[in-house]
């Protein structure tokens, strides 16, 4: 059998989409009219989120390897071992397992992608075993000793013993690739996470802290829906910072800035504390110790701004703004604009970007939105003994 006599260059793929398409439809449209039913990353979905981007990005790239090396293999009549398939024996497959349905999970928060591609993979195994005995008859000796070099699915190098030359070659491929998963990140992750949650209309729409900062200032506004009213929302909002109930986020990293961070306990607060409602204008709200940010603006239930110099507007400033609007089901959408302008050598400009970009935008702030979402909608263990 010549290789241009086989059914499709595609092999058995298309038949396998014929099964997949129905039920990945059936688990977008579960995510979509069901939203965070299904969600499982947590506190880390801003992580989840850039994780995804740049996972389907590097599937793309992937996937487009394996589309030229078979078609040129195709057309020239030998084996295809190059590219993305000196990786792996079945690309194609590969591509929907390990970089299309995880980045879907990932982007969408949503777990039933991961379980599409479990039943993918399970779907996969049979046509991928027809596909390799017709390969086997076509190339011989040839295709045997490719597939004992060269895994399945999973798209990595077996482990071989290591020489000098090897250990080089990794290194170098891992720098590429960590190079190339900044790039993604810097180039689509980034713009895409400042505004997490957010319509680019919301996220361009004026908000009370803006007159504190420069137009031209770095910044970002996410949002996140809250199946409760405004008044609860508030009332966990009121209460946030250092020595006070915490940011309800990823506490690990706020007790490095000291082991007394928060008001009771050694994490957020999963309560409502009474002493900690009566914020006002003028009072402090610290990130860290040294660090603390008055309060310039309270409007009970629907805003709150923090700056970090009340008395200088339109410049080199640091202003956090809270809104929270009332939804027509009763729930609510919280809203949060971070934005600052740092001064002094680019070196020091470029860690600033990255802790506001990465540990803010990335890490802290979302998970402090759905910390905050979990505890007013009360989905959190919220009663604690009062020390």
Same mark, same amino acid.
């Given at each position: 059998?010549?290789?241009?006599? #086989? ?6 793929? *298309? ?9 990945? @439809? ?36 992937? %996937? ?93 190098? #077996? ?40 319509? =680019?209309?919301?996220? %361009? ?16 506004? %996410? ?17 946030? @910072? ?12 706020? #007790? ?33 110790? *040294?660090? @603390? ?7 009970? *239930? ?24 009332? =939804? ?20 020091? %400009? ?27 909608? @009360? ?9």
């Amino acid at each position: 059998m010549d290789l241009k006599e #086989r059914s499709s260059i595609m092999g058995d793929g *298309p038949r396998l989409a014929l099964y997949l398409f129905p039920i990945l @439809g059936l688990a977008i449209l579960a995510t979509i009219l069901l939203p965070g039913a299904f969600a499982f990353a947590g506190r880390l979905y801003g992580l989840a989120y850039v994780a995804g981007i740049v996972l389907a990005v590097l599937g793309l790239l992937f %996937q487009a390897s394996s589309a030229y090396v078979l078609i040129s293999s195709y057309r020239a009549g030998r084996l295809a071992t190059r590219g993305s398939y000196g990786l792996c024996r079945h690309p194609i497959f590969s591509w929907w397992i390990f970089s299309v349905l995880p980045a879907l999970a990932l982007i969408l928060n949503s777990w039933l992608f991961l379980a599409v591609a479990v039943l993918f993979r399970v779907l996969s195994g049979s046509l991928a075993r027809k596909e390799e005995a017709e390969l086997g008859a076509l190339f011989g000796l040839d295709y045997e000793t490719y597939r004992a070099r060269v895994r399945a699915f999973l798209p990595l190098p #077996r482990l071989r013993p290591f020489t000098g030359r090897r250990l080089l070659k990794a290194l170098a491929s891992l720098a590429v690739l960590g190079l190339l998963c900044l790039a993604i990140f810097l180039g689509l992750a980034r713009p895409l996470v400042l505004r997490l949650g957010a319509t =680019r209309a919301e996220a %361009q729409a004026p908000m009370a802290g803006d007159t504190y900062i420069s137009p031209a200032a770095p910044r970002y506004t %996410q949002a996140i829906d809250i199946d409760a009213r405004p008044e609860e929302v508030w009332r966990w909002l009121v209460q946030v @910072g250092y020595r006070r109930a915490g940011w309800y986020n990823l506490d690990g990293i706020n #007790r490095l800035a000291g082991a007394d961070y928060f008001f009771e306990g050694g994490a957020s607060a999963r309560r409502i504390i009474p002493e900690l409602q009566g914020l006002a204008v003028g009072d402090k709200v610290h990130l860290v110790p *040294p660090l @603390g940010m008055a309060v310039v603006e309270l409007v009970p *239930p629907r805003s709150l701004v923090l700056v970090a110099d009340p008395g200088h507007k339109g410049g080199d400033n640091v202003a956090w703004t809270f809104a929270v609007a009332p =939804r027509p089901d009763g729930g609510s959408r919280l809203y949060s604009r971070f934005a600052s302008t740092t001064q002094g050598p680019p070196a020091i %400009q470029a860690l600033m970007a990255f802790i506001n970009d990465f540990g803010g935008a990335t890490l802290q702030q979302p998970a402090m939105l759905w910390g905050l979402k979990l505890r007013a909608e @009360g989905r959190t263990m919220l009663r604690a003994k009062a020390p």
